[in-house]
């Protein structure tokens, strides 16, 4: 019993400072940040920027890698694969890492393949309707809707992405029966509701200042966060109409491999929170709409968990599934 004792206290005191020791001489070499979606997107953007502060203050290159297809899972495949060293990470999103688990039958990972380490920002939804409908506002939208059953129709940019869920979870709150139509990517859904295909469609702010403008007669409905959007101060929440559950937006947030050191993982987490301050970090992403955050591990793995839970009764009663 003894010599137990002895191990386990010899192996508390080794083990924390051999972890100290890593954090402290990681990175020595390059850094490999995957972004499992297309270059120049906002997406890629919040990476490069994150990835070129972070190299300054490690002095080593952090090298943005694109591995994009299947809504992330392929690049997420490639760093759940690699080595747990802290050499190869994620740049992790709802789509990639909550999303697919409810949508696709197999996934090559496991929702514990990756440790979170912080969410760099969140990017709002917001809620459309044309020129075709005669609402300003989301009540006058609901009773609309409610006359006309079965007739609005709302585009987004494929099955199972936030254009799509967003709405469909606020068609069930508010009682209405609309029709989906899905597009391939958020530039033709945007193109389709310009050009009056669709009444209605969700899309992330940046992308929906650009639909309107392109829209005449378009008007903004909701937000749907938990707060006002910078961009469109004058539109409310659906929270502050009534519909506090219909909040849907973009995030996105570094992950490492399941088994990285946590030493190496609490570097990672208190260098990227300093770099996310920096000014012009700071005026990049607000100009893309996108909130900076700077979660601990621990709140970024609570939101990943409550996400899933809360999206998951939504996707398994209408049986949607990832094309």
């Keep these: 019993m ?13 083990v924390p400072l051999a972890g100290a020791a890593m954090g402290q001489n990681y990175p020595n070499t390059n850094v490999r940040l995957i972004v499992p979606f297309p270059a120049a997107g906002a997406t890629d953007i919040t990476a490069r920027l994150i990835a070129n502060q972070l190299s300054k203050q490690w002095g080593q290159t952090i090298i943005v890698e694109n591995r994009t297809g299947a809504s992330g899972v392929i690049g997420s495949e490639a760093v759940a694969r690699a080595p747990a060293d802290g050499y190869t990470l994620l740049l992790g999103t709802l789509a990639a890492n909550v999303m697919t688990h409810l949508l696709r039958d197999k996934v090559p990972y496991g929702r ?4 979170p380490i912080t969410i760099l920002g969140t ?6 309707a044309s020129s075709a409908v005669p609402a300003k506002t989301l009540k006058e939208l609901i009773d609309y809707a409610k006359a006309h059953p079965g007739k609005m129709r709302y585009g987004s940019s494929g099955i199972g992405l936030s254009g799509h869920l967003g709405v469909a979870l606020f068609a069930q709150e508010a009682k209405i029966d609309l029709i989906h139509v899905p597009y391939r990517g958020s530039a033709p ?3 389709a509701f310009a050009r009056g295909e669709v009444e209605l469609t969700l899309a992330l702010v940046p992308e929906a200042a650009n639909t309107l403008k392109n829209s005449p007669g378009a008007k903004p409905i909701a937000i749907a966060a938990d707060k006002r959007s910078d961009k469109f101060p004058d539109t409310p929440t659906f929270a502050e109409l009534g519909y506090p559950n219909v909040q849907v937006y973009a995030l996105s947030g ?3 491999p399941k088994g990285t050191p946590q030493a190496i993982v609490d570097k990672i987490y208190n260098d990227t929170v300093i770099a996310l301050k920096d ?12 909130d900076i955050v700077g979660s601990t591990p621990a709140e ?12 998951e009764p939504l996707i398994r009663t209408n049986d949607i599934k990832a094309e």
């Design 2 to 14: 003894n010599w137990v004792r002895r191990m386990l206290v010899g192996m508390a005191v080794s």
């Design 112 to 115: 514990d393949a990756f440790v």
């Design 123 to 128: 990017t709002p939804n917001l809620l459309m």
């Design 189 to 191: 859904s945007g193109e």
């Design 254 to 256: 570094l992950m490492a």
């Design 279 to 290: 000014p012009a970090l700071v005026e990049r992403m607000n100009s893309l709409g996108i």
């Design 300 to 311: 970024f793995d609570k939101l990943l968990k409550t996400e899933f839970t809360r999206w």
